[in-house]
């Protein structure tokens, strides 16, 4: 009961985001993240909100952050199948990384939450996540003079979920990763940025195949929902389904960005592919058969240098540059 007196509040706050747009530059240019009026980046509030995303005391047993399955070093996700939340209860899904989450249009795999702030209550209050309960949280936070005068300070209030949940969406959308050898590449035209073999692998994956049409540059995403083709039989999980019941959603999930995907395994929204060799052979086949799969999922024939070089490809897509601040 508490929490839906606590997710109504938050619902009413987010009537009353407006959105504002935010420049930042990196090697891929100007780009610009997206925040809302009333969360304006500040060094201090992204500080703020760095701590409380690494701080275990967030989970129930104080032994769960949200870097324990958003890791920096694997792009913000965390190598596993399905993550492990407390007591090493199981996700359903298959941790999505956070680089870039600041150009989501909308959040999580079924595309539903619109926007950072929102996210946030999710996994604190999930059972086989953090399983903390909003209001205890903040009761607990509270107590953490740190936290209370870093409130004080920056948002001038007492500690509470609008500071906790602003906080560290400020930090998730400077979370930026576009400087990779592909934008040095495409973008800034340094034509020894990638080598032969990842330039026929982009012409391939944007032009003799269709991954562009759903993964296209600069986010390799379009953001939709849509069916993949990866099962036949989606009961298993249903996606996007469990949102509005519409049966035209059943096995939709959000398109995935291609960045970084060299060291974002395992795939998909179950992890069920190990390897991207194992991903491209199931677009070759034309995917499984589902009423709701993209028609513009079609088998297709590629030669084994072909395959290598859309490997090749994909992984030219990888800029750890945001490492260096966690090394
Ligand atoms: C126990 C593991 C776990 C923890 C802890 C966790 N996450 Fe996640 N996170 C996931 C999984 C799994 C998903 C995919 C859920 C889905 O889309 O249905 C996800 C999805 C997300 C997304 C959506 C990304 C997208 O592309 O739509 C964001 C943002 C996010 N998490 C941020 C956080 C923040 C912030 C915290 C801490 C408050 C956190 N996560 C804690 C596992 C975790
Ligand atoms: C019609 C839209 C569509 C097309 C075309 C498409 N994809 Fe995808 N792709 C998706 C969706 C949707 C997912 C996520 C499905 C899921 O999680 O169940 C996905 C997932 C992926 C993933 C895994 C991403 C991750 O983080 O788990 C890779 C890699 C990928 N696609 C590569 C490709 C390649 C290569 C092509 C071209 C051969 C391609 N895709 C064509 C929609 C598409």
């Known amino acids: 009961m508490k929490n839906n007196i606590y997710i109504g509040g938050i619902l009413m706050i987010s009537l009353f985001l407006f959105q504002c747009k935010q420049t930042s530059n990196t090697g891929f240019g100007k780009v610009e993240v997206i925040s809302p009026d009333d969360n304006q980046i500040s060094p201090k509030k992204v500080s703020l909100g760095k701590k409380l995303f690494f701080d275990n005391r967030l989970s129930v047993n104080n032994e769960v952050s949200c870097a324990s399955c958003h ?37 999580m795999f079924d595309a539903h939450l619109p926007n950072l702030e929102q996210q946030v209550i999710v996994p604190i209050q999930e059972h086989v996540e953090m399983d903390m309960n909003m209001v205890d949280l903040i009761e607990k936070l509270r107590l953490i003079d740190e936290y209370q005068s870093a409130a004080k300070e920056i948002f001038n209030r007492e500690f509470d979920a609008y500071v906790l949940t602003r906080a560290i969406s400020a930090f998730e959308r400077t979370l930026i990763s576009m400087n990779s050898p592909f934008d040095q590449y495409f973008y800034e035209g340094n034509e020894t940025a990638i080598n032969e073999s990842q330039k026929r692998g982009w ?77 491209i052979k199931h677009y070759q086949v034309g995917g499984n058969q589902h009423i709701n799969k993209d028609n513009r999922i079609v088998p297709f024939d590629i030669t084994e240098q072909q395959e290598i070089d859309l490997l090749n490809f994909l992984v030219s897509l990888t800029d750890t540059s945001y490492m260096t601040e966690y090394r």
């Open 71 to 107: 890791l920096p070093e694997l792009a913000f996700t965390d190598g596993k199948i399905v993550s492990e939340g407390v007591e090493g209860r199981k996700t359903e899904r298959n941790s999505p990384s956070l680089l870039n989450a600041g150009f989501l249009p909308t959040v």
């Open 203 to 279: 012409k391939l994956f944007s032009e003799k195949l269709y991954c562009t049409q759903c993964h296209p540059a600069p986010h390799f995403t379009t953001y939709q929902a849509i069916n993949n083709g990866l099962y036949a039989d989606y009961s298993a999980d249903e996606g996007r389904f469990r949102i509005h019941h519409d049966s035209t959603d059943i096995g939709k999930f959000k398109v995935p960005s291609l960045r970084n995907i060299e060291i974002t395994a395992p795939y998909m929204h179950d992890g069920s592919f190990k390897s991207l060799k194992q991903v």
